[in-house]
Every structure is written in C-alpha cells, then in structure tokens.
C-alpha cells in the first residue's frame, strides 16, 4: 500500500479520501475547515499540519480544490520541490483548460508525472467509489495514476494530453446543463397541455426524446427512479456548481472561436436561477421551479424572462 497525500476535504474530497483510507492506502489529509479534518480522520485518514507536509514522502498526490486559482497555488507552494519526484500528481478538481494545462506543464519541468482528472458522478458517487474519471496527461501519467483512480470510481477514462479531462468534463456538464433544461421545459409544457408526468415518461423515455436527464435524474418528483427532485431538490449537484461549469465551458469555447448558442442560453438560465432567484444550493434539477411558474423570489430579484413568472 501506498502513502497518499489528499488535499482539499469538501463534499466530494471526503469520500474519495475516506475511499483510499478504505483500501488501505496510508492517507495524510489536509484542509483549511477543521470540520473537514474532523470527518477525514473519522474516514480513516490522518491528518497533515500542513499541504507541505501533507506531500513529504508520499508516492501520490491527490488535489480537490474549488477552483483555478486554488490548483494554481497549492501545486506552486506547496507540492512542487515538496513531494518526491516519484510520486504522481492528481488534480481531480474541475477548473479552466488552459490552467490544467500551464499546471502539468510546470509539473513536468520539475519532474513529476501528473494528470488532470476531473470527475462526475456527485456526492453520493465519491462516497460510494463510482465517479467517473475523465483524464488528461500522458500515457506515462496516466498509467501511473489509474491504479489509484480506480480505487475511488468506476470508470477511469484516457481523455488524451494534459487539459483533456477538464475538456471533457466542462463539454459533457454543458450537455448535462442544456439537456435538463430542454427536459423541464418538455415536462411543464406536457403537464400544461393535459398529460400526465408518469405517461409522458413512460412514452418519452421509450422514444426519440429519451434522455439521462429524464430516464436517470428526473426533475419531476415521484416520476422515475428516485432523484433530488423527491427530497426537494436537496443533495445531487447544486446548482451553483452546474453554472460555475457551464461558464467554463463558455471560456473554454470563446478561447477556441466555438459558437454554443444552447451552451450560452443554459448559462443565462442557471446564472439567473442559482444567483438573481437564489436557487444555487438546490439540486441543477431544481430549475424546473422556475420554468414551471413556482419559484419564490423577493420583490429585489430580476425580472424574469418572458413567459416565466415568479409565484
């Protein structure tokens, strides 16, 4: 078994830590929330004083951290010069392209093997060991992190070089984004025009319009498999992290010259729903609240859409 350093504790950080723990690895944890040290310790891992101490001696380094910058700086300060050569790095945070890319860079002229490896799949996922990996670097790189990868998904996927996961995670969240909106909206608009959600899905979810946003995270609730939308939006993927990716996904797209005219509409959509209608802690499903007339805002929210009213 292996000593790994984890860095960054939060809501999907924990479990996969926890998970390592569970193999046996020798885990050393660190994040700045004691709260956070508190639930890794009782998962099994040791705390660390430090990220710097964190990485000393260990043979993997495993980063989950809230953003670009955040990567940016932990790798700079305390993980390049600190951990051993030997070990591979792994930033499974979701964050721009081109920092992934400017990171393993600077990752490889120190001499490290590192990927970047983006997951999906939420809390309950990383809790469970079945997040999906999507993996940027070299085959090198790759080959050296997907044993410990493995440990905490179900899928461990070679996107290509350095950045490629966080491409292929901001591309497949952008999907995601747009595809719940286009099924709320169907699912309203069948209610209004006489059907009922349970019919409409069962005849949806058997033709051309079937989708994972229907068949697997249902927005209504009491249709379909059990989803947020049954514990009132609560758990699953909070809306707030569904707009920091899709406007990700936009930066991404205007570095490349790329049109995404649902993209764009989606991040309008989820910018207005998690921040000018307070909904970013609910569940991206929750959305559904605001296409279908119900959600509540103070008179000091703007203006909704056109056809979209406030309760």
């Known amino acids: 078994m292996a000593r790994v350093a984890f860095i960054g504790l939060g809501n999907m950080g924990s479990g996969m830590a926890a998970n390592l723990a569970k193999a046996g690895h020798d885990v050393r944890a660190f994040d700045l929330s004691e709260a956070a040290l508190e639930k890794a310790e009782k998962g099994g891992c040791l705390r660390a004083p430090s990220a710097a101490e964190a990485v000393a001696e260990v043979e993997a380094v495993v980063t989950m951290l809230p953003a670009g910058t955040h990567v ?25 392209v081109s ?32 997040l999906t990996f999507m993996v940027g670097g070299t085959d090198k790189a790759f080959g050296c992190a997907e044993p410990f990868l493995e440990i905490m998904g179900k899928a461990v996927i070679h996107a290509g070089g350095p950045g490629a996961g966080q491409a292929a995670k901001i591309c497949n969240n952008m999907l995601l984004g747009a595809s719940m909106i286009a099924t709320c909206e169907t699912f309203v608009l069948a209610q209004k025009l006489g059907l009922d959600p349970q019919t409409f899905f069962d005849i949806a979810s058997q033709a051309s319009g079937q989708n994972w946003s229907m068949t697997s995270y249902c927005p209504v609730p009491g249709v379909g498999p059990e989803t947020p939308a049954d514990r009132n939006y609560d758990g699953g993927f909070a809306a707030a992290l ?16 790329s049109y995404t005219p649902m993209g764009s509409h989606a991040e309008e959509l989820y910018t207005r729903f998690a921040e000018a209608l307070g909904g970013g802690g609910k569940d991206f499903s929750a959305i559904i609240k605001m296409i279908d007339d119900s959600w509540q805002s103070d008179s000091s929210a703007a203006s909704p859409p056109p056809g979209v009213r406030l309760g």
């Not at 983006?118 to 990383?126: C, K, Q, R």
């Not at 569904?242 to 490349?256: F, I, N, P, Q």
């Open 99 to 130: 920092t992934a890319r400017d990171v393993i860079a600077e990752a490889q002229a120190a001499g490290y093997n590192m990927v970047d490896a983006p997951v999906s799949g939420g809390i309950a996922a990383a809790e469970a060991g079945t």
């Open 72 to 96: 940016r700086s932990v790798y700079e300060a305390s993980v390049f010069g600190k951990a051993p050569t030997t070990a591979i790095l792994m930033d499974c945070s979701t964050i721009d």
């Open 242 to 257: 569904m707009l920091k990716d899709l406007r990700l996904a936009m930066e991404a797209a205007r570095s490349v010259d």
